[in-house]
């Protein structure tokens, strides 16, 4: 009976962390053609949803480990796995508050990382592993995405210097399109599929299904559609935050800054060092503000860089109170306050974003004063 | 992520470095290659595009393979993006 609780627990969760991830990341794909108004707000998020939950389909890669290198394996169980997830949701639930974009991926590994000290001691946790694998990453994915992204815009206005302003960003917005698909795809196969991962190894864990079997045709579908359905309710705060309030953004700056998040991550995947979809998100975003000599709001991004540098610590200690209390009670009864406090918790956080609401609606409004003028890079080109 | 090694995991009596700075440049290059490359072609096939309803006879001609080129370029840098999605490494 317990063991079934916390199976259905984790199901639920999990499903619950895809949706979180979905309007949560929504912003990394879509925040920049919202801006420049290639794509109508909802249509955005709509075709984001769509390519999220065809890219949840595009590849069955799915990693039946989770956090794998970072925590010893032989000892996560699925209470570790259903506290890890829990202190991912509600970080990821309080950075969506304040509108900033954070990694869900960090947070899913600082949940478990946290769970896990409480369950078996910090000798289970291979920090190195956690410093290779994230921290180091997460050092270099803005700096490298921003770098590129900046040359890339530098090189669109310069090689468009003599277009006419209209027809430039007129194709500059339709080749936004594209760029911002193939990152909501890119999302979907990724990120779709950590949840899959997650879900097998339940049941598996469970005797569910045998250790040999692929991960069902319901697990697919259904993080397939909490990601889509997470991306479609839009997480319309950070997608503001990353549209208007990091830099002034024009259809080149959009286009350069997309397609260099894509190739980056595309890139460094492939080639076996995969970074946060987040950060070179952002990182391009800040780069294509530096390339165009455009004003960047560095106070903005500092209050990114800091919840960067928090999430894993404020997830891990989440995952570790959350372990805490659903060990500690014990049974169906722990599952059951452990899912109760995470959905007061999460309900929380949403009545309070109700009394500033931002929606589709507002999503465009100027963010507030202009920023201050820090010419970084070349001066802005006459159109 | 097995590119990136963890030192204290490994067995080889030579000491594994903390960061695979080799994977980590080979991962910068690509994306710079692939993230600028598209950019410029794309960038440069609008600019022909733009230029060539200013231009006539065979400037006009060659701006506009010029552009269907790029255009070509980038959907086939789409197309393989695609492929590198569904043929990652597990």
């Known amino acids: 009976m317990h063991q079934t609780v916390l199976l259905v627990a984790v199901v639920i969760t999990g499903l619950a962390f895809d949706f979180t991830n979905g309007f949560h990341d929504t912003a990394n794909a879509m925040a920049s053609s919202i801006a420049t108004g290639a794509l109508k707000p909802r249509v955005a998020v709509s075709l984001s949803a769509v390519l999220n939950v065809v890219g949840a389909f595009l590849s069955l890669a799915v990693a039946a480990t989770i956090a794998k290198g970072i925590v010893d394996q032989n000892s996560v169980t699925v209470t570790v796995v259903f506290a890890g997830l829990a202190g991912a949701i509600l970080w990821n639930v309080v950075t969506w508050y304040f509108g900033i974009p954070s990694s869900s991926s960090h947070a899913l590994i600082g949940g478990v990382v946290g769970a896990m000290i409480v369950h078996a001691g910090a000798s289970s946790v291979e920090w190195s592993g956690l410093v290779s694998k994230v921290l180091v990453p997460a050092a270099f994915a803005p700096v490298v995405a921003g770098v590129i992204a900046a040359i890339g815009v530098w090189l669109a206005f310069r090689a468009n210097r003599r277009s006419k302003e209209e027809v430039r960003d007129k194709s500059y917005r339709l080749t936004q399109v594209g760029s911002s698909s193939m990152l909501s795809l890119a999302h979907g196969t990724n990120d779709a599929q950590k949840t899959m991962g ?14 040999t079997a692929t991960t069902p045709t319901w697990v697919v579908a259904s993080c397939g559609l909490a990601i889509g359905l997470g991306t479609y309710i839009g997480g319309w705060r950070i997608i503001r935050t990353m549209g208007k ?118 999503v465009n409004d100027e963010w507030g004063p202009a920023p201050v003028e820090t010419v970084v890079g070349e001066p802005e080109v006459a159109a | 992520m097995s590119a990136l090694i963890a030192a204290a995991s490994s067995s080889s009596t030579k000491p594994t470095p903390f960061i695979a700075w080799h994977s980590l440049g080979e991962a910068v290059v690509a994306a710079a290659v692939f993230g600028i490359g598209i950019v410029l072609v794309l960038s440069v096939a609008i600019a022909l595009q733009a230029s060539s309803a200013s231009e006539s006879g065979a400037r006009r001609v060659v701006s506009r393979v010029g552009a269907v080129l790029g255009v070509v370029i980038a959907t086939g840098a789409v197309a393989y993006g695609i492929y590198i999605m569904v043929h990652k490494p597990s």
């Open chain 1, 245 to 362: 309030g990091l830099t002034k953004i024009e259809p080149p700056q959009g286009f350069a800054a997309e397609t260099t998040s894509a190739a980056v991550i595309l890139a460094s995947s492939h080639l076996g060092f995969p970074l946060s979809t987040t950060q070179v998100c952002t990182g391009s975003v800040v780069g294509s503000g530096i390339g165009r000599g455009a004003p960047v709001r560095w106070h903005v991004f500092g209050r990114m860089v800091g919840a960067w540098v928090l999430t894993l610590p404020a997830a891990a200690v989440v995952g570790a109170a959350a372990y805490a209390i659903a060990a500690g009670i014990g049974g169906t009864a722990g599952s059951i306050v452990l899912a109760l406090i995470l959905a007061a918790g999460c309900g929380g956080v949403y009545v309070l974003s109700r009394k500033n609401p931002v929606t589709h609606h507002n």
């Open chain 1, 198 to 211: 997650v879900i097998t190894l339940a049941l598996i864990a469970n005797g569910t299904i045998a250790k």
